[in-house]
């Protein structure tokens, strides 16, 4: 598991865990947020109908993210399924609890510990790609991969019953979201955007803790997309991971790149170790760290 291995590892700063991430709104005196009590889950409101929902005693230390309309709601991943079932539910108890808008699920990406909920929604959205729309079939069934998920072998196969398309407005109903491509920490990785709240939530991409690649090539495409990244934002956002504490101070993102340009100097030296019995590179700048597996 990633956070058992950085923990062991003393690679990653302590997880503030307990910490709220709120945000105000400019439409909090319009919207009454619900207040959930859970032995799992810590649910906090950031404004603006988008609700961050923290899973601090799992192993991954998974955030989870809902953001509302007014004719749908939507999904940013599903847990790590490690909970107790309540109601039938792992995850979907405590929406039910938020909203009773249809909601629509889109993953961050596809590796196990963002999945593990997934056959709780009724409805799911992939990002438009190309190289996902190839491998859909005629009955819109998608099949997993091992190099998908990484670990396990759950879920199998899904139904998409919706794309959504690349930095173009989807309207949920006076809540207006853009998806972003992020790839780096895998292929089909996205984040999402929400320009009128100033909210990115990025996955896996960059979060509170070390960041893991698959591949050395991984490097340079890390870079072409914090680039793109840098183009999109500005320090009036805030940046929102899927693990650990989920507020990332901004200046990360710079960080980021300068550890990337670090790396790609020869200047970061790195340290060889077995991780999960594969070969990898650990490298560490100022206070972030970053893990690459290495090909046999």
């Known amino acids: 598991m990633k956070y058992n291995f950085l923990i062991?590892?003393?690679?990653?700063?302590?997880?503030?865990?307990l910490v709220?991430?709120?945000?105000?709104?400019?439409?909090?005196?319009?919207?009454?947020?619900?207040?959930?009590?859970?032995?799992?889950?810590k649910v906090s409101y950031l404004g603006d109908r988008i609700y961050c929902i923290e899973e601090p005693k799992s192993s991954q230390g998974n955030v989870s993210y809902l953001i509302l309309g007014d004719d749908r709601a939507?999904?940013?991943?599903?847990?790590?399924?490690?909970?107790?079932?309540?109601?039938?539910?792992?995850?979907?108890?405590?929406?039910?609890?938020?909203?009773?808008?249809?909601?629509?699920?889109?993953?961050?990406?596809?590796?196990?510990?963002?999945?593990?909920n997934i056959h709780e929604f009724e409805r799911i959205a992939f990002p438009d790609l190309p190289e996902l729309r190839e491998r859909v079939s005629p009955e819109s069934q998608f099949q997993f991969t091992q190099a998908?998920?990484?670990?396990?072998?759950?879920?199998?196969e899904i139904i998409v019953d919706e794309w959504f398309p690349l930095e173009t407005d989807i309207d949920l109903g006076g809540q207006v979201i853009q998806l972003v491509h992020v790839p780096g920490h895998s292929d089909e990785s996205v984040a999402i955007m929400i320009p009128s709240s100033g909210i990115m939530l990025l996955g896996d991409f960059l979060y509170n803790g070390a960041l893991f690649l698959f591949r050395n090539d991984d490097l340079a495409v890390y870079q072409q997309?914090?680039?793109?990244?840098?183009?999109?934002?500005?320090?009036?956002?805030?940046l929102f991971?899927?693990?650990?504490?989920?507020?990332?101070?901004?200046?990360?993102?710079?960080?980021?790149?300068?550890?990337?340009?670090?790396?790609?100097?020869?200047?970061?030296?790195?340290?060889?170790?077995?991780?999960?019995?594969?070969?990898?590179h650990i490298y560490n700048f100022q206070d972030m760290h970053m893990l690459v597996f290495q090909q046999d």
Not at 148 to 156: I, K, R, T, V
Not at 257 to 277: A, H, K, M, Q
Request: aromatic fraction near 10%.
């Open 241 to 280: 991971g899927a693990h650990g504490d989920p507020e990332i101070e901004f200046g990360q993102l710079q960080k980021l790149d300068d550890f990337l340009s670090c790396i790609e100097e020869g200047i970061c030296p790195y340290t060889e170790r077995s991780v999960w019995g594969r070969p990898a």
């Open 225 to 238: 997309t914090v680039d793109h990244l840098n183009s999109l934002l500005n320090s009036e956002y805030s």
């Open 148 to 156: 998908d998920l990484f670990e396990g072998n759950y879920p199998s």
């Open 8 to 17: 062991s590892a003393g690679l990653v700063v302590s997880l503030s865990l």
């Open 74 to 116: 939507l999904m940013f991943d599903t847990g790590c399924g490690e909970n107790e079932v309540k109601g039938n539910y792992k995850i979907k108890y405590i929406i039910d609890k938020i909203t009773t808008l249809p909601v629509t699920l889109i993953q961050s990406h596809f590796h196990f510990d963002h999945n593990q």
């Open 20 to 41: 709220s991430c709120h945000k105000e709104g400019s439409n909090q005196q319009e919207y009454e947020p619900v207040i959930i009590v859970s032995d799992w889950f």
